[in-house]
């Protein structure tokens, strides 16, 4: 039995998948949407026309407790709030973040967080290349399973792996997490250089040191540079900052186009960019990549002004 604690499209692809294998309960956090998935067997609001197999059970109310593992498919934001009121039901079980992203509050990564906020259980996390509708669809897709317990990583490797979902293991659950947090980043850049009409090698440009800029953030957290070679790191990076299926992309094109963006959809790189700024700075470390990003998000440059700064920068060694 696996329990999938979020509804919204990533949570519901993961309960499609793993459903192959065996149950699955799928948590959701509004008893009106738990009804309206339970009567008509998909889920209309996040992830419509594609069927919950009968062997998912929706959920809804209180977490109960186990000792099965639980996927917390949330956005990274609204994750230590959710650990904090079901501290009790998490306990003692393996938690897997599958949320990109760092904390505003604490400045932690999900690992950090569910280690900070549930002592006792072991943290880990299920990231890389991959949108929801695929996944649902049973397109083949590979991710990254970290858990610094290696044990218990590979026991969550073969539990979570499908016929159509493959899972690489690592103990590295820095490099995983900043991976998956920084590439959410990157793409808002890219898509504001595109909706801009800046070009491809613009975006390859800003892909390529932005990814410098990753890893030399991981490298002074002290992640490997294997990780960030791997599936969470550039594997992600390559997906997100190129197809209009990322939620960062398109905010970043909205951006570079003058056009609002909806509201109601989580774009996990707005508040990453701020919290890694933040972090970097710290560290002494340069992210001017990061720092346009947070200067557009906040309204502060225009794009072609954020690629000017960028431009003018002091020529240096790659």
């Known amino acids: 039995m696996i ?43 996040r992830l419509p026309g594609v069927s919950l197999p009968d062997t998912i059970t929706i959920a809804t109310g209180p977490v109960h407790g186990g000792d099965t593992p639980c996927l917390l498919a949330m956005p990274m934001q609204t994750l230590g709030g959710f650990l904090r009121d079901h501290a009790t039901a998490l306990a003692h079980r393996p938690l897997v973040a599958c949320c990109k992203g760092m904390d505003l509050t604490t400045g932690l990564g999900p690992t950090a967080l569910i280690a900070r906020t549930c002592p006792g259980t072991i943290p880990a996390i299920l990231t890389g290349p991959s949108f929801a509708r695929d996944i649902a669809l049973g397109l083949p897709t590979a991710l990254t399973l970290a858990c610094a317990d290696d044990a218990t990583g590979k026991t969550l490797q073969t539990v979570l792996t499908t016929r159509t979902l493959r899972l690489y293991r690592t103990t590295d659950t820095i490099g995983a997490e900043l991976g998956g947090a920084l590439k959410n980043v990157i793409a808002i850049a890219c898509g504001a250089v595109m909706g801009a009409g800046l070009g491809e090698s613009a975006r390859a440009a800003l892909m390529t ?25 550039l594997g992600d990076l390559a997906l997100t900052c190129t197809s209009d299926q990322s939620r960062n992309y398109r905010y970043g094109q909205s951006i570079g186009r003058g056009v609002g963006f909806d509201p109601a959809v989580t774009v996990e790189g707005i508040a990453t960019a701020h919290a890694v700024l933040h972090r970097a700075r710290s560290l002494e470390l340069d992210m001017p990549v990061t720092q346009a990003v947070t200067s557009l998000v906040k309204g502060e440059l225009r794009v072609h002004q954020a690629m000017d700064m960028l431009l003018s920068r002091p020529l240096k060694e790659e």
């Open 3 to 45: 329990l999938i604690c979020g509804a919204g499209a990533f949570g519901t692809a993961l309960a499609i998948s793993l459903a192959q294998n065996g149950s699955v309960t799928l948590w959701a956090r509004d008893p009106d949407h738990a009804a309206e998935m339970q009567a008509s067997r998909q889920n209309a609001r």
């Open 209 to 233: 040191r932005g990814f410098a800029e990753m890893n030399r953030l991981a490298h002074a957290l002290g992640a490997r540079p294997e990780t960030l070679a791997g599936l969470s790191g």
